[in-house]
């Protein structure tokens, strides 16, 4: 890989910030100070940028706790992105794992493993995401019923079977856990609107064996354990 590209991938400034930190002399490879940007990197050299060693991350992984207001989308020219909210990360190609609404909270993958995504999000591989969900209404047995059985939602469009687990239910709220095998456009608050219900609060708990960690907080986040991707690539 090419020096430039190496330092860009790695946070260290757009390519011509890099090429210009190269050609000033700011960049060693193994000890010497290289000025060709186009320098080649291998996997064992040792790369000082400003004194500080770059190490270079192929793969990044981040568990965030999507608070409500902010957007799923990876970059907007108006509004803050969950990608704003990941402070931390090295490479500039992370993306999230499928869309949350803005005014959803809750689990959001953040990756740039394009593969990885392709597994969770194809709707041929069926991947159960639990939403906890409160709504405007009774979730009767007969609704329950309807969700095992599959909702014909708006447009005809039909969503596969899913599963209420009932937590509270009273005349005015319902409170329940919801686990669904697709993703499709604002799923959850369509199934509900086809048995005459409106969402009040949304939150993802779970996508496939990936947990939401509580304990980040809301707009919090944390690089996933060796374990979690293991688990997460099957
Ligand atoms: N279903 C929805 O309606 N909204 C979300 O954000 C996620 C699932």
Known sequence: MRLDKFLADMGEGSRSQVKEAIRKGRVLLNGKIIKNPEEKVKDTDEVLMDQRKITYTSMEYFMLYKP???LSASKDRMAPTVLDLITEKKRKDL???????????GLLLITNDGMLAHKLLSPHNHVPKIYFVRVNGMITDEIKQQFQTGIVMDKGEIALPANIKLLSCKEAESEAELTIYEGKFHQVKRMFAAVGLMVLYLKRLSMGSLILDESLGKGGFRPLSRREIEELKG
């Open 68 to 70: 409500a207001g902010i």
């Open 95 to 105: 993306f999230p794992v499928g869309r949350l609404d803005k005014d959803t909270e």
